[in-house]
């Protein structure tokens, strides 16, 4: 996290240093506006997406799964598990349908399990960032210094720099 910060720090001073050379006023004040709260979508998205699997892990709600990645692209499905029994009895339809039914009952979400998850999607950050993203807007269309293709670059630019610092540290 600290060095998808320093990475958008810097990247964020090579934009103010680029617009002030290109001398566009309107430049510097779009990319800020698109910049900043696009940094603050990613870093709320980042902190309530981790504290929800936390919490789902101290919950017990993640099952471990003891099958390595080369069994599951071998055998996804797991239909040559040496592991699980073999039923010699055949089965008719009709009770397959109904084990497959409970199954599907068994894991139905309830109504409390969807709106913990639901809670990552309306964190305080996420909201208050994307609030200041729609403000920004409105504030630059409204005094006719919206340029868009700025506007646009300068909005993409904090998700590509995480993805890149994110897949260099993985």
């Known amino acids: 996290m600290k060095s998808a910060i320093i990475a958008l720090i810097v990247v964020d001073l090579l934009i103010i240093a680029l617009t002030f050379l290109f001398g566009e006023e309107y430049w510097l004040i779009n990319t800020q506006m698109a910049f900043i709260p696009s940094a603050f979508v990613m870093f709320g998205s980042m902190l309530s997406y981790r504290s929800m699997v936390q919490g789902r892990l101290n ?9 390595d990645i080369l069994d599951k692209l071998e055998d996804p499905y797991e239909l040559y598990d040496d592991s699980l029994k073999k039923d010699d009895s055949e089965k008719t339809l009709v009770e397959v349908v109904k084990e497959e039914r409970q199954n599907l009952k068994k894991s139905r979400r309830s109504v409390w399990q969807i709106t913990k998850d639901a809670k990552a999607s309306f964190s305080f950050y996420r909201l208050a960032s994307y609030l200041v993203l729609i403000f ?9 210094i919206l340029d868009i293709p700025v506007y646009l670059f300068s909005l993409a630019i ?8 994110l897949m260099k540290k993985s």
């Not at 919950?59 to 099958?67: H, Q």
């Not at 920004?136 to 006719?144: D, E, K, P, T, W």
Request: charged residues 15%.
């Open 59 to 67: 919950a017990g709600a993640i099952p471990d799964d003891e099958r």
């Open 158 to 165: 904090p998700s590509i720099v995480i993805v890149v610092v």
């Open 136 to 144: 920004g807007f409105f504030y630059l269309n409204n005094n006719h």
